[in-house]
């Protein structure tokens, strides 16, 4: 079975514009949730998608937004780039919707985003 | 809410020995706890997963992890390190509801010949 897919791997963006980064999960998995890395704050919950519809949402501001389509694939978006926002987004996928949080989660390789 | 702190940011040990991760959490009700592997400019590996059915979960590449909730820890041992396991390490808690993990600060992993 494939793994998670994400696609671009890297980006440079210059502050101000927008971006949209793509998430394919493993087949089956109808759950995506996003995370942004980076050295300082680490690996921080940005949100997660069950169903299209949006189930969580970690403490970011209303530049960063995600969606997912109904073949499960999910993007996230982030508009107005600061340069704070250059960091490693990871996406991972799993099974089912999530009862007591047992479900494991299985990440892509990451976008690298860089923001000039 | 959810916490995890991850007692060592480094840890540095000889091929051929032992590694031990410290990993201490805190969490209102009874957790789903893991640990991954990050190598470099890699996602996130799965080594093992804690749900309550024992409290000595086996991984993947011989680790393994003991979760004690009287301590609220959740160590991650290795018998021998092979150079391989040169990576950085994270202990994560998972919510109550939902698939909104929580991550440790991490642990990077230096393996000396």
């Known amino acids: 079975k494939a793994g998670v897919t994400q696609t671009p791997r890297y980006l440079i963006k210059t502050r101000g514009q927008q971006v949209t980064l793509s998430c394919s999960p493993i087949s089956g998995h109808r759950s995506v949730s996003w995370y942004q890395q980076t050295p300082g704050q680490g690996l921080q919950f940005l949100f997660e998608y069950f169903s299209e519809t949006q189930r969580n949402k970690g403490n970011f501001p209303g530049r960063f937004s995600g969606r997912q389509f109904s073949n499960s694939r999910s993007e996230m978006n982030v508009s107005t780039l600061e340069l704070g926002d250059s960091a490693l987004y990871l996406c991972a996928s799993s099974t089912v919707q999530g009862a007591l949080g047992t479900d494991t989660q299985y990440f892509g390789p990451g976008t690298r985003l860089t923001v000039l | 809410a959810q916490s995890v702190t991850q007692l060592d940011s480094h840890v540095s040990v000889s091929e051929g020995t032992p590694v031990l991760l410290r990993c201490n959490y805190s969490?209102?009700?009874?957790?789903?706890l893991f640990w991954y592997v990050q190598h470099p400019n890699k996602g996130l590996q799965l080594l093992l997963k804690?749900?309550?059915?024992?409290?000595l979960v086996k991984g993947i590449n011989g680790f393994e992890a003991e979760f004690k909730k009287s301590e609220t820890s959740f160590h991650l041992t290795k018998p021998s390190a092979h150079m391989s396991d040169a990576a950085e390490y994270f202990c994560?808690?998972?919510?109550?509801?939902?698939?909104?993990?929580?991550f440790g600060g991490g642990t990077r992993v230096l393996v000396k010949p």
């Open positions: 804690y749900t309550s059915a024992a409290t």
């Open positions: 969490s209102s009700y009874s957790p789903s």
């Open positions: 994560v808690v998972s919510g109550a509801a939902g698939n909104k993990l929580t």
